[in-house]
Structure formats: C-alpha cells, structure tokens
C-alpha cells in the first residue's frame, strides 16, 4: 500500500539490529487521521468477513485497534502481557517470546471476553517472527473463537512469521511488506 | 454524564477495597462505539480550546485517547510505563506511584514528542488519587506545553486526586463522578 510506503520512507528510522523505527507515528506516538485512512483498507479488506471483535496485544497494538474498529463498529479486546503464565480458570493465557527483549511472557485475556461466538480480526503494528500472532491465534484456538484473519501494518517477509502464520491457515493482509532493510541500503518494499 | 453513568450501573462491577470493574467496555474490552459517543462529549467540551494532541499513559488510556483524538483530528502520545526513572537527554520522565499496586514507576515520553507548541488534552480512564494525571501533567511542564485541560471517564471524589489536579489549576471534565461506592451499598453518582 503506497500510504503506508510513502509515511515508513518518510519518517521511519532504520537502526542497527534490524530495528524499524515508527515511534513518530504508529506506535508512542499515533497519527490518529493517518492510522484511520489506512483503517479504511482494512475494512476494504475485511468487510464481508463478518467480523464482531478485534483482538489485539498491549502496548502498542491497542490504539490502533481501536481506529480499526470503527469502521467495522466493533469492539476491540487486548490481551494483557503478565510475567507468569499462570493459567487459572478465569482467563485464555498463551506464552508468547520477545526476540527484541530475549524476554517471555504470557499473554491473557479473560474468558469472558472471547468465545466460540466471536469472528475476529487480529491487528497487530508489526509482524516478523510472528510471536505476538501466533500467541493471539492460541487464545483463540483456547476459546473456539473463529480467527477470520490478521491485520498487520508492517511485514518484515525476510523473516518466517508471516509465512508460519499463513501455513496455519490464517489469512494475513500486510499494508507494507518490507522485502530487505538496512542502514546503509536503506528500505526495499515488495 | 447520564450515557456513562447508566453504562457503569449496567455493566461495572464493585468489589471489595475500593475497586470498580470496567474491563468488559472500558478497559480490556473496549466498546469502540459506546466511546466513541463519550468522544463526542469531550469535543463539545473542549472543542473551542486550539488542542492539537491527546496525552495519556499505556496501557489501559490508550484505546480512549486514540477514540477521543478522531473528533479532534489530532495526534495520541502515550507514556510508556519504565521500572526506572532513567532521565536521560532524549526523554521527559515523571514517577508516578500506584496505589492499586503499591508500587512506582516512570513515565517517559521522548522529548520529540511534547513541546512548547503544543496545547495538550489529557485523557484518563480513572480518577481516583491523582497520580497518574499528576505525571502526565509534569511531563507537559517539562517539555513546555499548555495543559488545556483532562478528559477523565470515570472520576471518584471522594478521593483527593479531582480536587488536587484542580488546585493546580487544571481544568477537568469527568463523564461520570462517584460520590460513594461499596458492595452493598452500589454506587452514588454525583
């Protein structure tokens, strides 16, 4: 999608380490008008899908959730990140690995909140390796939620998340695919 | 507020030490059209005050700033939560203490995202002691921006944060004010 190539060339910052600066306008920082332009793809997308819920995790995926869910006039659900993965009776819970932070944690959400009723859309700011997707599908799976599809901004497609998550079935609609990215090469996008 | 005030008889819950429920539309699910109405309430407060972005605090304000902003078509900053009061060169950073949890943390905003042109709107689920919104406002005196005022869902007055926050001469505007509240007695709205 040329919007969101067009904002990444503009105002991402490439670091060392493989790091996709976005801070200035899709995550600590939200370009509200900008995030709904690129909400209206996604309903593009998704609007005869049935959706009535959209998952998504903490922090950063939960504003732009919420622009998301407008057009669909559905709620949003985000699944809280907890050090333990103590799975009582009263909540979902998935263990979901930072490769950013070398860190794991359980990702949650009470079962009041998902079911077999829901139809979801999962929406997430980045999708590399996968980890925070694939902890969201779990969830689902858990609950007997049916998972009609996964929202991502931005697809890192030299990584295997988007490929992994694709092989379990779920559909994956990326509004920027980042084919390489290097400080010195800069961004290719497919 | 009437529309606030019926929704939390609904569908809040009260438990014991002073807690009020919200998760199932406010906090971790988030009815997306239910706030967007609030929304509403907050533009016609404040829509004449030349805001030109929204400040709130992860995780559980993010999804409102981000409903709020769309009437106002400004931009959402959120501070993140840190574990330590790290003040470096690149952010702005306040502690803020939480009773609920006993314990303290940073707020941190870098400084790229806050300055002396800016006139922020302050957005909060809660109002109960205060901290929280004293960060954010701390944060604003640091960078230089005007405070126009906070937007605050749910606001208890029988705790001292309201009067505080006031006292520093911030306005506020909470939808709905709780004047009492136990298990047995439900709630008293003002």
Do not use: W
Request: net charge negative.
């Amino acid at each position: 999608m040329k919007l969101m190539e067009e904002r990444i060339r503009k105002d991402g910052i490439i670091e060392d380490g493989d790091v996709l600066k976005v801070g200035m306008f899709l995550n600590q920082q939200i370009d509200v008008c900008f995030i709904s332009e690129l909400a209206k793809e996604f309903y593009r997308l998704y609007k005869d899908a049935g959706i009535n819920k959209i998952l998504t995790i903490e922090a950063s995926g939960i504003g732009l959730a919420c622009i998301c869910a407008i057009p669909f006039d559905v709620p949003v659900v985000f699944a809280k990140k907890s050090k333990s993965n103590n799975m009582t009776g009263e909540v979902y819970s998935s263990n979901v690995h930072s490769f950013t932070h070398g860190t794991d944690h359980a990702a949650v959400i009470p079962k009041a909140m998902l079911g077999p009723n829901d139809r979801v859309l999962l929406i997430d700011d980045f999708l590399a390796r996968g980890q925070a997707l694939h902890g969201l599908i779990d969830l689902c799976e858990q609950a007997g939620a049916t998972i009609v599809g996964a929202g991502v901004f931005v697809e890192k497609t030299y990584q295997k998340g988007g490929e992994e998550i694709r092989a379990r079935g779920v559909r994956v609609e990326s509004l920027a695919k980042i084919k390489s990215m290097s400080v010195e090469e800069g961004i290719v996008f497919i």
